[in-house]
């Protein structure tokens, strides 16, 4: 059996990613009143502070694994003690929301947190979009635009600029496998 690979270059790879710019209007587009917590994705929720900390509220949903992208005795400082008086597993993210801040070393630890709490039939709950759009990217192999529309069909999320940026590069990275995938011949 012999593997021949066809090579594309990252100088050679076209973006079949929105500019910056088109992303933040395609977020802004259809705009519509959404509350502090909202199904996103099946069994996946994105919430704000205050329900991050409401445990009966956390019980009554059947959440079971929350993912907090504003860790930190600064931000939403819950932590893993917070909940322990609860069956839910928690991973933390000190992650200001700033342009400059790199969360991109998050993407795939939190999609694997995700994706693990879904083979569970968990749920999981995240303040943060971007780390929620890297799961569907990552797992669910969703197009940053289709994870944009799939989560803005139920909630009015906004990232800044720096982390669509990451999102971009990220696209282009899975996009990149993908077609080294697709380019790859088999001769039996």
């Excluded at 933040?24 to 519509?32: D, M, V, Y």
């Excluded at 998050?106 to 303040?127: C, H, N, T, V």
Aim: charged share 20%; with cysteine.
């Amino acid at each position: 059996m012999a593997v021949r690979e066809t090579h594309t270059s990252q100088r050679e790879y076209k973006s079949k990613t929105p500019p910056i710019s088109d992303l933040l209007n395609l977020l802004l587009k259809n705009r519509h009143p959404t509350g502090p917590i909202n199904e996103v994705w099946p069994s996946v929720y994105i919430g704000n502070a205050s329900t991050a900390r409401d445990k009966t509220l956390l019980l009554n949903l059947g959440i079971t694994n929350i993912l907090n992208a504003a860790d930190g005795p600064h931000r939403i400082d819950t932590g893993a003690n917070f909940y322990s008086d609860m069956a839910i597993q928690y991973y933390g993210v000190d992650a200001p929301d700033n342009c400059e801040f790199d969360l991109s070393p998050f993407f795939y630890p939190s999609a694997e947190f995700i994706q693990g709490a879904l083979s569970q039939k968990g749920k999981g709950i995240s303040r943060s979009a971007t780390l929620v759009f890297a799961f569907l990217m990552i797992s669910e192999k969703l197009t940053l635009v289709e994870a944009i529309k799939a989560v803005c069909k139920h909630r009015n999320v906004l990232p800044n600029a720096g982390f669509l940026n990451q999102l971009c590069h990220l696209e282009m990275t899975l996009s990149l496998g993908r077609e080294r995938v697709d380019n790859c011949e088999v001769d039996l």
